[in-house]
């Protein structure tokens, strides 16, 4: 059973910028689930649609693993259709900035040899020969001006029956579309249990550092860093995840 999370649950006199530390690692799978509307869909589809392309051949990799629960979810899928042990050349390359969420990660997941864990920046970390790359709700926290790179260097590491999950946070060139959503994601926040004082503290927290963009910007960017294919698999409410593929049609996988 995850720990509950109260991370702000206290009123602090100082709101300094959300990090990944030891205090949110502990809360996390509460903090994520009871945040993010959607997410125990996304992710557990998230290894149905990889397992599917990585079962093609090809390494994968998981961008901002946090606790690594899409690379097991992936892991699982992939033991559905190949069956255990898992092919030797399976890899799921696993890649976190966060030293107290791989530590956790690793404590885990200690029984899925094929993870390889690795403690860097993604926007460092070279794609080759991959058949699924999974960015679930990461892009959002890197510098808008550097997220084009990364997609190109994804892009060019793809496999061509490869695909790259993109899971986001996004908002609306609406205004009043985007209060909307807003109004009702902090309903949902309410309806988990969080209290005005924890929304208002941990919204300030993340205000400079998680900076999402429109379905629109992310169609642009997607074209800019050269896939040609691209679809919207999955939205609620504020949140959505797309199928982007590095060249059409959409590959027809088995």
């Known amino acids: 059973m995850s720990i509950h999370d109260n991370v702000y649950s206290t009123r602090r006199q100082h709101i300094v910028d959300f990090v990944f530390d030891e205090q949110v690692v502990a809360v996390f799978p509460d903090m994520i689930r009871r945040s993010i509307p ?4 996304v992710i557990p589809l ?4 990889a397992a599917r392309h990585a079962s093609h051949g090809g390494t994968c990799y998981d961008l901002g693993c946090s606790l690594g629960a899409s690379s097991l979810a992936l892991s699982q899928q992939m033991q559905q259709r190949v069956g255990d042990p898992l092919p030797e050349d399976f890899q799921i390359v696993a890649v976190d ?5 791989l530590q956790q990660a690793r404590k885990n997941l200690s029984t899925q040899p094929h993870i390889s864990w690795v403690e ?6 070279e794609i080759e020969n991959a058949a699924a790359v999974v960015l679930n709700f990461t892009l959002q926290f890197l510098p808008p001006a550097d997220r084009i790179a990364l997609l190109t260097r994804i892009r060019k590491g793809l496999l061509p029956h490869g695909v790259l999950i993109v899971s986001e946070k996004i908002c609306s060139d609406d205004p009043e579309v985007q209060e909307y959503f807003n109004s009702l994601h902090l309903d949902y926040k309410r309806a988990n249990g969080y209290s005005e004082l924890e929304i208002s503290q941990k919204r ?3 205000e400079k550092v998680m900076l999402p963009d429109t379905l629109s910007c992310h169609e642009q960017r997607f074209q800019a860093a050269g896939f040609t294919d691209w679809e919207v698999w999955f939205r609620c409410l504020n949140w959505a995840s797309f199928l982007v593929h590095p060249q059409p049609p959409l590959p027809a996988l088995s």
Do not use: Q, V
Not at 38 to 41: A, H, K, R, V
Not at 120 to 125: G, K, N, Q, S, V
């Open 38 to 41: 959607g997410y125990e869909t």
């Open 97 to 101: 900035n966060s030293p107290a969420m």
């Open 46 to 49: 998230t290894g149905l649609i």
């Open 120 to 125: 860097a920046d993604i926007r460092e970390i």
């Open 204 to 206: 300030n927290a993340l």
